[in-house]
C-alpha cells in the first residue's frame, strides 16, 4: 500500500505495470468503475464490498470530456473524483480512463473480479453486458454489490447545487486547462481594431416604458399602471453591430427599412454609435418593435409590433447585390435571423455561396420563433441557438443534446456550435469524430454561467456572439472565445436597457476575475 493517497493516483500504464506486480504477487485484484461526481454512502458502502472481494481494489472513473450525463456533468472535475477516492483507506489505485465506457481499462487490467451496483443484475445495459462478457472470456468473474443503501450522485446535485458552490472551480479549471488568463484576453480585446464585421438582419427596437403602479384597476382584476419614462433601444443585429463598434471594431449593418418614425429612430441611434448603416427599401416593411412595460425593475408585460413580412423579389435581389459588394471588403458575416421573413431560400442560398466564393467565415443566429430554421444556413464557421432554438430545429424534445449536434453538423456541415444554456452557462461543440465500434460523438466544452442572477437578460445572446465572433476572428481558440463572450453577457445583464457594454467596463471586469489571475 502506498503511503500517500496521491500516489495512488496512476494513469493508465502506471496501472498497467502495477497490475502485473500485483499478478505476480498472487494478490486478488478486484475493479470498480464509474463516475463517482459526488462520493455518498451509498458509494462508500459498494467500495467497500469490494474491497472484502479480494486483496487490492482498483477504481477506474470516467474522465470528464467522456461523461455524457448533461452539459454541466460532471459536477466535480476528473481530478478531485480522483483525489476523494484515492483518499479512501480501503482503496488501493484510482485510475482516470477517457473512454465512454470501461471496456477498454477492463482489457488492460483484467480484474479478477470485476464488481458492478446491484442494479445492474437486472438492468438491460448494452454496455455493460460487453463489459461482463470481455471479464468472463479471461477467467475473471463479475460480483454485484449487496445494494443495501441506495443514493443518486444526479438526485443530491439537483437539490443541493447551490449549496456546494462549486461552480468557480469550474471555471478556473476551466480557464486553466485552455490557457486562458487576463494577458490573453486582453490581447484578444485589442485586435478587435484591425476587423471589420458585416451584419445582416432585421431592424428590431426595444422599446421599454417605465411605468408607476397604480394598484389593481377598479373595473376588473388588472394592475393599472401610468407611464412615467420610456427608452428605445436597437436590438437584434443592430445591437450586434453596435457591441462590435464599442469594442473598437468597425461594423456595418445591412437591413431593410421603409419610411416612418420608428425607422429613423433607428437609423439615428445608429448613426450615433458611428455604425455604418446600408439599407435596402422594403416597401411597407415594417421596424419590428418589442415593448416592455416595467415596474421599479420588473417586467409587468410585452407587446410586439410588427408581422411576419417576407422580403419581395425586388428587395431580395437588391439585398443579394449589395451583399456581393460588401461582403468582400469585410473580415466576417454574422447573420442574425429572427423569423420575420428576411431570410427566404434565395438570400440564404445566396448568403452561402457568397461566404464560399469569398471565402468569408460566417456566424448565424436563429430564433426559433416558429418560422426560422438554424438548419438551412449551411457550412457557416460557428452558430449560436439557445437548447430550445436547437431542439425547435429538430422538432425534437427529448434525445440529448450531444445527439442533437451530431445531427446538426451531419445537416449543415458547420464548424463548431455554440449552446447558449441562460443561468447554467454555455456548451461548446466539436465536429464529431468516430470512436471505438463506429460511434460518432461530439466533443464538448462547458462553462458555467459567470453571473446566475440577471437583471435584464434581453439581448445577452446578442452581445454574447458579438465577442464570441470578434475574439474567435482574432485568433482566439474556440474555448477563450466563449469565455470572453460569458464576461461580456455578464456584464450587460446586470444593467436595464439593451445598450452595448464599453470596451473600458470589459477590462474593468474581467480584472476582477479570481480565474484569471490563477491561470
Known amino acids: 500500500m502506498t503511503t500517500s493517497h496521491q500516489d495512488k493516483i496512476l494513469t493508465p500504464d502506471e496501472l498497467a505495470e502495477i497490475r502485473e506486480k500485483l499478478r505476480e504477487e498472487g494478490q486478488t485484484v478486484v475493479q470498480c468503475h464509474g463516475c463517482f461526481d459526488i462520493v455518498h454512502p451509498g458509494h462508500i458502502r459498494y ?57 477498454p481499462i477492463l482489457e488492460k487490467v483484467k480484474p479478477d473480479v470485476y464488481v458492478k451496483g446491484k442494479e445492474y443484475e437486472t438492468k438491460s445495459d448494452p454496455r455493460f453486458a460487453q463489459e461482463k462478457e470481455l471479464v468472463e472470456e479471461y477467467g475473471g468473474k463479475v460480483v454485484f454489490s449487496s445494494g443495501d443503501v441506495v443514493y443518486s450522485s444526479t438526485y443530491i446535485i439537483e437539490e443541493f447545487r447551490d449549496e456546494f458552490d462549486l461552480e468557480q472551480q469550474k471555471i478556473q479549471g476551466f480557464c486553466q486547462r485552455h490557457e486562458i ?89 445608429l448613426r450615433d454609435d458611428d455604425v455604418a448603416l446600408e439599407t435596402v427599401d422594403s416597401d411597407d416593411r415594417p421596424t ?63 448568403i452561402g455561396d457568397l461566404a464560399q466564393t469569398h471565402d468569408t467565415p460566417y456566424f448565424v443566429d436563429a430564433s426559433g420563433s416558429g418560422t426560422s430554421n438554424l438548419l438551412k444556413f449551411a457550412s457557416p464557421r460557428m452558430a449560436t441557438p439557445t437548447e430550445d432554438e436547437l431542439r425547435f430545429a429538430f422538432g425534437d424534445k427529448e434525445s440529448g443534446l450531444s445527439h442533437l449536434a451530431v445531427n446538426y453538423f451531419d445537416r449543415t456541415h458547420a464548424d463548431h456550435l455554440v449552446l447558449t444554456l441562460g443561468k447554467r452557462g454555455a456548451l461548446l461543440f466539436h465536429p464529431p469524430e468516430e470512436e471505438e465500434g463506429g460511434e460518432r460523438r461530439s466533443q464538448t466544452e462547458y462553462l458555467p454561467a459567470l ?36 464576461c461580456l453577457a455578464a456584464i450587460h445583464i446586470t444593467r436595464m436597457g439593451n445598450n452595448p457594454v464599453p470596451q473600458g467596463t470589459l477590462r474593468g471586469y474581467m480584472a476582477d476575475r479570481p480565474e484569471l489571475h490563477t491561470s
Open 288 to 350: 419590428f418593435v418589442k415593448t416592455r412595460y416595467l415596474v421599479d425593475d420588473q417586467k409587468v408585460f410585452k407587446v410586439n409590433k410588427g408581422r411576419y413580412s417576407p422580403v419581395s423579389t425586388r428587395a431580395t435581389e437588391e439585398l443579394l447585390d449589395r451583399l456581393a459588394e460588401l461582403i468582400a471588403e469585410h473580415d466576417a458575416l454574422v447573420v442574425t435571423d429572427f423569423g420575420y421573413g428576411l431570410f427566404g431560400p434565395k438570400l440564404v442560398q445566396g
Open 47 to 103: 467500495l467497500q464490498f469490494a474491497r472484502d472481494q479480494g486483496d487490492a481494489l482498483i477504481v477506474t472513473l470516467t474522465g470528464d470530456a467522456s461523461i455524457d450525463k448533461g452539459p454541466d456533468r460532471p459536477y466535480i472535475n476528473e481530478n478531485l473524483r480522483a483525489e476523494n477516492l484515492a483518499a479512501l483507506e480501503f482503496v488501493s489505485y484510482v485510475c482516470v480512463d477517457h473512454h465512454r465506457w470501461a471496456g
Open 181 to 269: 488568463n487576463r494577458d490573453s484576453i486582453e490581447s484578444r480585446i485589442d485586435e478587435f481594431a484591425d476587423l471589420d464585421i458585416l451584419v445582416l438582419g432585421d431592424p428590431v427596437l426595444d422599446h421599454y416604458i417605465q411605468c408607476e403602479d397604480k394598484g389593481v384597476a377598479s373595473e376588473s382584476p388588472m394592475l393599472s399602471v401610468s407611464p412615467v419614462h420610456e427608452e428605445r433601444y436597437v436590438g437584434a443585429a443592430g445591437l450586434i453591430a453596435r457591441q462590435l463598434k464599442a469594442l473598437g471594431a468597425d461594423a456595418t449593418l445591412l437591413t431593410t427599412l421603409s419610411d416612418g418614425e420608428e425607422s429613423e429612430r433607428f437609423t439615428e441611434r
Open 451 to 486: 453571473l446566475k442572477h440577471p437583471l435584464d437578460p434581453v439581448g445577452a445572446g446578442d452581445v454574447f456572439l458579438s465577442a464570441l465572433l470578434g475574439s474567435t476572428l482574432a485568433g482566439a481558440s474556440e474555448p477563450e472565445a466563449m469565455y470572453l463572450g460569458s
